[in-house]
């Protein structure tokens, strides 16, 4: 028995050697190499969402007297450590100087949080005390004209934060390279893969706004979560699907982005996934989708030529 077992791994071992002789690699090269290639994702990150921010922004606060949700967008996010996957922490620690408490990692430009003086790093406090997870706090403490202080090298100061009132959608951005977006109810998540994807501006804002109608009109309680594209798996709702691009093409013209050529969008999405051209169960297949994209474009430009609100139609009483 013991001869046995020691047998097996020699034989395994046999099966998965190597032919050919690979050059000695330096420990202290790869962590060299590791260390850069970690920059150069913090680096990538940091772009993503800044531009994912700016988009999105533009979106939110131009639609805030559509959405019943809302409150003030200060301009800026915060992170720990926990909001990192495992593999990027080591990394999160020293290029974000990051540990548990939540850090401010990221400041819109010309922002109530820009103007605040507020820059990477800062740590937020509010009425209890540190705001462990800003977000939806910071927002209600805003809206109830809460006195903000930050802190940077451990001395507290009182800042002056304030923000335009947006829909209280935050849109966040998700490391994976898979080409997504979706709503669930609370947020717009779209993947850095769908950030890459997208050719332009124009696109990112359709792609927002459509996630957007998603959450205010209330398809997530309807329903479950409704992704832009199907990759697998049925839990989409085709009309759910359709009014949430009409609703966000209107989104994204009131954002005063272009609605030209979003169609573009879906011929290059139907070419990562080929079944929805001809065919699609529960999502409308990729040509229903464009044709009828190019009727509310006509909708919308007829209303701006008239000089008319850029207000979705509702249904008759
Ligand atoms: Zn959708």
């Not at 988009?55 to 200060?74: F, W």
Request: a neutral charge.
């Amino acid at each position: 028995m013991t001869r046995w077992l020691a047998i097996i791994p020699l034989v395994l071992l046999g099966c998965t050697s190597l032919n050919t002789r690979l050059p000695d690699t330096d420990v202290v090269a790869v962590q060299k190499e590791k260390i850069t290639q970690e920059q150069a994702a913090f680096e990538e990150i940091d772009r993503l969402r800044a531009r994912l921010d700016t988009v999105a922004h533009r979106v939110l606060s131009a639609n805030a007297d559509l959405c019943e949700k809302t409150a003030p967008d200060p301009g800026l996010k915060t992170q720990s450590l926990k909001s990192f996957p495992k593999e990027l922490r080591e990394g999160a620690r020293r290029e974000l100087g990051l540990g548990d408490k939540h850090l401010v990692v990221y400041v819109r430009p010309g922002s109530s949080a820009d103007k605040a003086g507020l820059q990477k790093g800062d740590q937020i406090f509010g009425k209890d005390g540190v705001l462990s997870a800003p977000g939806k706090t910071l927002n209600w403490h805003l809206k109830e004209g809460v006195q903000i202080q930050k802190s940077r090298l451990g001395v507290k100061e009182n800042i002056n934060l304030e923000g335009d009132e947006a829909c209280y959608y935050p849109a966040l951005l998700r490391m994976s390279s898979a080409i997504n977006a979706y709503a669930n109810g609370k947020s717009i998540i779209v993947t850095a893969g769908m950030m890459n994807f997208v050719k332009s501006d124009d696109e990112l804002a359709y792609i927002i706004g459509h996630e957007l109608a998603h959450n205010t009109q209330s398809h997530i309680r309807k329903s479950v979560t409704n992704y832009v594209l199907s990759l697998g798996g049925t839990r989409y709702t085709r009309i759910f699907e359709s009014e949430a691009d009409y609703v966000g093409l209107y989104y994204m013209a009131r954002a005063g982005f272009d609605p030209a050529n979003v169609e573009d969008l879906w011929r290059r999405l139907a070419l990562q996934s080929l079944r929805g051209i001809g065919r699609a169960k529960t999502h409308p297949a990729y040509p229903n989708r464009s044709v009828q994209i190019e009727a509310t474009r006509a909708e919308i430009a007829a209303k701006t030529s008239a000089g008319e609100p850029l207000i979705p139609e509702l249904k008759d009483e």
